[in-house]
């Protein structure tokens, strides 16, 4: 009886012993699985967040394009404006401000 309660035990130990195995097994493959899926998920984030970058920055794009749209179109008639300007006028206006320039300083 006392063989028969060894070899029980014996196999008992076995089984445990597979078992143990078993579980140490299947805790790595779980981590490992855990680590792969984190990685993917991390690999989303991070292209989830850099499109939604590129579309935050298109849209500000946009944005600064149509508000500086009426202030280039207002430069371009006041430049435009000042084009029609005849040269007589402009030469007129020169001697006036060359005039003030020489009276104030006394060079004359």
Do not use: C, F, H
Not at 71 to 87: F, Q, T
């Amino acid at each position: 009886m006392a063989k028969e309660a060894i070899e029980t035990i014996k196999e008992a130990e076995a089984k445990a012993q597979a078992i143990l195995q078993e579980a140490t097994q299947n805790a790595k493959n779980i981590r490992q699985e855990a680590e792969v899926l984190a990685e993917e998920r991390y690999k989303s984030i991070i292209e989830e967040g850099d499109r939604e970058a590129r579309e935050i920055r298109e849209r500000a794009i946009k944005e600064a394009e149509e508000q500086s749209k009426p202030i280039l179109e207002k430069g371009l008639d006041e430049a435009k404006k000042i084009l029609e300007i005849p040269d007589n006028m402009i030469d007129g206006a020169v001697n006036i401000i060359i005039e003030r320039i020489v009276n104030v300083n006394g060079n004359s």
